[in-house]
């Protein structure tokens, strides 16, 4: 018989909310600590006698409701002033937290900075979850506050979940793959409570099997339907009349990504605007009824990008890097105008992974994006200042200018660059890294997925 498949979306992010809570202190009652006692593991946690005897009455005795309430505030109570070395005392929760709270993320990952350790609620979502460890941003928020054994063993699980996770696998490193699943989990269970060793823990050794009979996860899971979903239900104001609310909302949602998808509506155009949806949609539809193609074009009056002409430099080194990088042998259509845009650019990489930059003119809340670049060594990075478009064969080619900074420094596993701008400098897309997640600490940038 086969093994059954587990169901890796969720198993993940349910042993990483296991994993929070316990540095959280919820495996820190007594009954754990007892179990630990039988098994002679973890001397220094063993509750003595008196609190054993206390917190653990006869089973056979009957104990009015009130004594029973009153021990199991007593067990919480206990939680926060017992140290144990899975948990993080208050202190360290509040380094934590605080670290948690200055991480700057991509403009494409569903995390909201905020005190996860003590309010694990604020990580919304199960893949904001799974990108809290993805990223490097749990390993840096716990950074030196375990005894190193455990922080090594939870450094091991990280870097065995983001590998399980990847968008790409060879299946010839899925044994090596398997083998240090099995031996971080197996770590896990020498230097963590045996009250984590669960069904979900135990579903994470069968996730690799999975891997090469069905690919990566990343093409599996249900993250978009179920964010999908929870976006629709949500609508559902009508109470007695979920059915019809839902399937009226779904008809609004089908119009709306039709018509963004099909190039006739910008959402942009109505964010810049002081007209409200139901102007704009009247107006499209009115346009539609009478035969008119409503399309983005690059004369619109709440367009970002404006037309720039190309110097002699920048032409002299877009044509070298289309011959020499791109492969083009024969060179037609090359526009002597770029299209300038200060805002953001979304574009798709070469394994169909959809990319977001934040340029400076940015009108959101998150600064521009942090990028590593082409150069003599693995430590250069910058940030983004804006982007241009440029038509070459018929085709459209994305460029973006970087703000150059000095080059980083290795500190452990983590890049630190000074945030001093030394120049600019003009990089094709495809060149440039993935928006990457970092945390500024005065002048200093640390990279935490570089």
């Known amino acids: 018989m086969q093994q059954m498949s587990p169901d890796g979306m969720h198993t993940i992010a349910d042993f990483i909310s296991h994993v929070i809570d ?10 754990v600590k007892a ?24 089973e056979h005795s009957v104990q009015p409701k009130k004594k029973r309430k009153k021990d199991d505030n007593k067990e919480v109570s206990n939680l926060s002033t017992s140290s144990t ?34 309010k694990p609620w604020t990580l919304r979502t199960m893949n ?62 020498r230097d963590f409570p045996l009250s984590m060793q669960n069904l979900t823990t135990h579903l994470i050794h069968h996730i690799v099997d999975d891997l090469s009979r069905y690919g990566p996860m990343h093409g599996r899971w249900l993250f978009p339907y179920e964010r999908a979903n929870a976006w629709i ?15 009226e909302t779904y008809v609004a949602y089908d119009w709306c990504v039709f018509m963004i998808l099909s190039g006739r ?55 070298t890097f289309y011959v020499q990088n791109l492969k083009l042998s024969t060179i037609y259509g090359f526009s002597k105008t770029v299209a300038e845009n200060h805002s953001t650019l979304d574009i798709t990489d070469d394994g169909g992974r959809r990319l977001s930059y934040i340029g400076e003119n940015y009108r959101g809340k998150k600064p521009p994006s942090l990028v590593k670049i082409p150069g003599n060594s693995e430590l250069h990075y910058g940030q983004v200042s804006f982007f241009l478009k440029h ?60």
């Not at 179990?35 to 006869?58: A, I, K, L, M, T």
């Not at 494409?108 to 003590?118: D, K, R, S, W």
């Open 233 to 247: 239900t949500r609508q559902c104001l009508r109470k007695g009349m979920e059915e019809s609310t839902v399937m």
């Open 85 to 118: 070395p899975w948990s993080l005392s208050k202190e360290q929760l509040s380094i934590a937290n605080e670290r948690a709270s200055s991480i700057v993320y991509t403009n494409l990952q569903e995390i909201t900075p905020g005190p996860h350790f003590t």
């Open 128 to 189: 904001s979850k799974l990108q809290f460890v993805t990223s490097g941003a749990f390993e840096w928020c716990i950074k030196g506050l375990l005894p190193p054994q455990q922080e090594t063993t939870l450094s091991k699980l990280c870097n065995v979940i983001k590998r399980i996770t990847s968008p790409q696998l060879f299946i010839a490193d899925l044994p090596s793959l398997q083998a240090d699943t099995h031996e971080a989990l197996a770590l896990f269970e």
């Open 22 to 31: 316990m540095l959280g202190g919820k495996q820190n009652t007594i009954k």
């Open 265 to 319: 509506f910008d959402p942009s155009k109505l964010f810049n605007s002081d007209k409200t949806l139901v102007r704009v949609s009247q107006h499209i539809m009115d346009n539609i009824e009478e035969g008119l193609n409503i399309t983005a074009t690059a004369n619109d009056k709440n367009n970002k990008m404006r037309a720039s002409l190309l110097t002699q430099e920048m032409e002299s080194y877009m044509m």
């Open 391 to 450: 038509f070459v064969c018929g085709k459209e080619e994305h460029w973006l200018v970087i703000d150059m900074y000095p080059i980083a420094e290795r500190n452990e596993k983590y890049h630190v660059v000074q945030g001093k701008i030394i120049g600019k400098k003009l990089f094709h897309a495809s060149v440039v890294s993935k928006p990457l997640v970092y945390v500024k600490d005065g002048d200093s940038l640390w990279i935490l997925n570089a």
């Open 35 to 58: 179990c630990e006692n039988s098994f002679s593991r973890f001397e220094e946690v063993w509750p003595s006698e008196e609190v054993h005897e206390e917190g653990q009455p006869d």
